[in-house]
């Protein structure tokens, strides 16, 4: 969407939506900490590059270099077994504010997120093209889920695959 905006948003005849997940418009409209990778982001680094994949890509290698990095325990490399291991450990209260929002792993071998951000952005010719109209999930540990009806009981697996509530 970001890199197709323009165009987009020249279609009159049409309301453009899109889901999105934890970009550059959600950390303005939130009272939440960004991390140093948004706060760049939102002082104008990468202006013309989709969030969702910066923002992921930048979460993705963090968390597996965490992950590589605590199995490490000095001397020989870690095996991929410790690694996935270190993943599995990053839930609940080693849960992590991440760039995408809170970094929490629900299932234990899958590694499926917990209320991870995903919203439902309109399309617009306003000089930021996407305004949030409705957001699921945590940018910060610390703040209150959002309130909106749309969020409340999705599932973060599919219910034959949750471990637990999350």
Request: negative net charge; contains cysteine; glycine residues 8%.
């Amino acid at each position: 969407m970001a890199d197709h905006g323009d165009e987009i948003t020249s279609l009159r005849r049409v309301e453009v939506y899109h889901a999105a997940l934890a970009g550059r418009e959600l950390w303005r409209r939130s009272s939440a900490t960004p991390t140093a990778f948004v706060y760049g982001l939102l002082r104008g680094g990468h202006p013309n590059a989709s969030d969702d994949n910066l923002i992921l890509t930048y979460d993705a290698v963090s968390v597996v270099y965490q992950a590589a990095n605590r199995a490490y325990r000095g001397g020989a490399l870690p095996s991929k077994g410790d690694v996935l291991y270190e993943l599995a450990l990053t839930s609940r209260q080693a849960a992590w504010n991440g760039s995408s929002g809170v970094i929490d792993f629900v299932d234990a071998e899958r590694h499926d997120p917990a209320n991870k951000v995903v919203a439902i952005m309109k399309v617009t010719d306003a000089p930021r093209h996407a305004v949030p109209m409705v957001r699921c999930g945590l940018l910060d540990m610390d703040e209150r889920p959002p309130a909106d009806k749309v969020c409340a009981g999705l599932p973060d697996a599919p219910p034959s695959e949750q471990s637990g509530s999350p």
